[in-house]
């Protein structure tokens, strides 16, 4: 069954065990969301703010991040910058 919601104050909603496969998100406000057991495979995030998200337990493979603010970010503990300038230092 397909749903089309617009203009509409959802928060505090839940969702379980619920298929949202092909939906699609424009201009939707997920601050402070929690998403547990998500599969978010073959997704695309554009314009994406993902400051101060935290990711556990998360299956990145073949994840690309492209033209993206690295500032602050971290990978285990490191920071993503210097993982970066580590490895232009190497390649050059």
Known sequence: MK???KNADASGSE???TNL?????HDVNLSSA????????????????????TI??????????EDACYEGMLID????????RVYQNQQA
């Open 3 to 5: 749903y089309k919601i």
């Open 15 to 17: 969702f379980i065990n």
């Open 21 to 25: 496969q092909g939906s699609r998100f």
């Open 34 to 53: 929690e998403f547990v057991d998500v599969n978010l495979s073959n997704t695309n995030f554009e314009d994406v703010a993902l400051t101060n998200v």
């Open 56 to 65: 556990r337990n998360a299956n990145c493979s073949h994840m690309v991040l």
């Open 77 to 84: 503990g490191i920071p993503v910058t210097e993982l970066l």
